[in-house]
């Protein structure tokens, strides 16, 4: 199938202490630590994510964080910047998610800043789009993540662009156990793909790692996995808990 490899990333969201983080990041040490068939990352909330970053030490587990601004230091009173990141040895970033774009603000342009920023930092941007259920219905999804993808990929470079991960995320499905149909999943990642290839070229679009989120957990998660261009998962709910998250892993790496 494809040579991609599939990334699994947990999204804590305003979860954990910085106490519970480290205990959740130490029972992922142990039980997927060592594995390398899958990329895992966890994003923790910024109190906890330089202590589980510590816990990870040593491990195959990478860490990210929720968000970020794009400067890199100033006067932005409650934000953190790529190089604070970076110091801490984080690797990723989750960009534009549907909660910081509903509820914080978070433009298409704003979140396109921040995608620069981060490459220019060498961090992943972990960048998500994804329509309303309203959106959905009047049938505008593929224009709508369209838009998302053409203005937050605006000025990334083809060397930059294959290190990009792209979050198919269905505002319609994030935490609410609606899952979107294997069927309606590819298809947005089939088209997320082929905007690639119009954006960047082919073996770039190849290479980049399209992930699905919303209501993931270890029963859906084979059949999306094993679409052609499902290539991990963003997690939410179910990275809460090491059993259920561990077993989303173990299930992308049966994915052949
Ligand atoms: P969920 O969240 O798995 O709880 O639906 C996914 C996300 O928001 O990234």
């Known amino acids: 199938m494809s040579s991609r490899k599939k990334l699994i990333a947990g999204n804590w969201k305003m979860n954990k202490t910085s106490a519970d983080g480290v205990a959740l990041a130490r029972d992922l040490v142990v039980a997927i630590g060592k594995q390398a068939e899958v990329d895992v990352v966890v994003c923790p909330p910024f109190t906890a994510i330089e202590s589980v970053g510590k816990a990870l030490e040593g491990s195959n587990v990478r860490l990210g964080a929720q968000n970020m601004h794009h400067e890199a230091s100033g006067a932005f009173t409650g934000e953190v910047s790529a190089p604070m990141l970076r110091a801490i040895f984080a690797t990723h970033v989750i ?10 603000g978070d433009t298409d342009e704003f979140v396109n800043k921040k995608v620069l920023a981060a490459l220019k930092n060498q961090l992943r941007p972990i960048f998500c789009v994804g329509e309303t259920l309203a959106e959905r219905e009047s049938g505008a ?36 156990g609606k899952v979107a149909t294997t069927e309606q999943a590819q298809e947005v990642h089939a088209f997320i793909r082929g905007l690639l290839t119009k954006l960047f070229s082919e073996p770039v679009a190849q290479k980049v790692r399209i992930l699905y989120g919303g209501s993931m957990k270890p029963a859906n998660a084979p059949e999306l996995l094993a679409q052609k261009d499902i290539d991990g998962g963003l997690i939410g709910g ?6 259920s998250f561990v077993e989303l892993v173990t299930a992308a790496a049966a994915v052949k």
Not at 146 to 152: D, L, S
């Open 95 to 104: 960009l534009g998610h549907s909660e910081r774009r509903t509820f914080f």
């Open 141 to 176: 999804t593929l224009k709508v993540v369209q838009t998302q993808v053409e203005r937050g990929l605006e000025g990334v470079n083809r060397d930059q662009a294959a290190s990009v991960i792209v979050a198919y995320e269905p505002v319609w499905a994030i935490g609410t």
């Open 238 to 243: 179910a990275a809460l808990e090491a059993r």
